[in-house]
Nanobody
Framework: QVQLVESGGGLVQAGGSLRLSCAAS????????MAWFRQSPGKGRELVAS????????NYADSVKGRFTISRDNAKNTLYLQMNSLKPEDTAIYYC????????????WGQGTQVTVSS
């Protein structure tokens, strides 16, 4: 059973930084695509960034390019999202997700962590 547990959310002022972590367990993730999504009130869930566990190929939403960095630590089975130059519009619940077949179907989700950026 795959388990994803996020941490690192919180309250930060605009222009500040946060690093989110997602501890993954239950499987070997070498063929997985891992991602961070976010959802704010009244909006749909948005793909923020994704990374292929093997090879490290990354993809970002235009809204976060140049500010956010997705990475993973193979030894710790942990996914990260470094968020810099945060803006109030980045306020959302951030979710870690796993796609076991790299076809855009995220079958596993964490519980989410709240990020709030004050202006």
């Amino acid at each position: 059973q795959v388990q994803l547990v996020e941490s690192g959310g919180g309250l930060v002022q605009a222009g500040g930084s946060l690093r989110l972590s997602c501890a993954a367990s239950g499987r070997t993730f070498s063929n997985y695509v891992m991602a961070w999504f976010r959802q704010s009130p009244g909006k749909g869930r948005e793909l923020v960034a994704s990374i292929r566990w093997s090879g490290g190929f990354t993809n970002y939403a235009d809204s976060v390019k140049g500010r956010f960095t997705i990475s993973r630590d193979n030894a710790k089975n942990t996914l990260y999202l470094q968020m810099n130059s945060l803006k109030p519009e980045d306020t959302a619940i951030y979710y870690c997700a796993a796609d076991p077949v790299a076809l855009g179907h995220y079958a596993y989700w964490g519980q989410g962590t709240q990020v709030t950026v004050s202006s």
